[in-house]
């Protein structure tokens, strides 16, 4: 199984402030198939960006995607309160389709 | 948009089995059921592509799970079966469509499924 690593597993930032979380693949990952998702507290998770740097449907342009081979980020910019969340990525080159283990972000 | 609405939070024994809807209010290509357990990460489960009647199931619950669809009533199932306390966990679906394939961009609400004796 593939493995992804996420860091930091917490962070803690001002509102204003620029965000950067890191995604590390076990093996390589096709950019195509590795995806960023965002879920707060009792809520289902929500698409933010596939294909490593897609923004999903009604996404703002604060949040952007890159990266390639083993090692993704995911940056917020001008971060706001509301973007206080867990953010998991995860890959689907490779079943079973795994997830990082989440970064606990907070505004 | 395709909207998500799953099937209510159920309480089980050991043992037995679950089956979990998630009604869909529109087209979609590829359906995927991931779980969450308490305070604890999101696990990937398995999926199905109606279109082509394919599954693909994560090794660690082979045999234990089956996710199928009913076009008629646009609605699919996860069924999962010889329950153990460590499925106690929200079940989420999710589908995807063309744009975003295989990354599902619509989730149902989640249900909570319960196995305690």
Known sequence: ?107 | QVHLVQSGAELKKPGSSVKVSCKASGDYHTVTWVRQAPGQGLEWMGGLIPVFGTTNYAQRFQGRVTISTDESTNTAYMDLRSLRSEDTAIYFCATSGTETYPFPGHWGQGTLVTVSS
């Not at chain 1, 890191?22 to 198939?33: D, H, K």
């Not at chain 1, 206080?84 to 990082?100: K, N, R, V």
């Open chain 1, 1 to 107: 199984d593939i493995v992804l690593t996420q860091s930091p597993d917490n962070l803690s930032l001002s509102p204003g402030e620029s965000a950067t979380l890191s995604c590390r693949a076990s093996q390589s990952v096709s950019s195509a198939y590795l995806g960023w998702y965002q879920q707060k507290p009792g809520q289902a998770p929500r698409l933010l960006i596939y294909g490593a740097s897609r923004r999903a449907t009604g996404i703002p342009d604060r949040f952007s995607g890159s990266g390639s081979g083993t090692d993704f980020t995911l940056s917020i910019s001008r971060l706001e309160p509301e973007d206080s969340a867990l953010y998991y990525c995860q890959q689907y080159i490779s079943s079973p389709y795994t997830f990082g283990q989440g970064t606990k972000l907070e505004i």
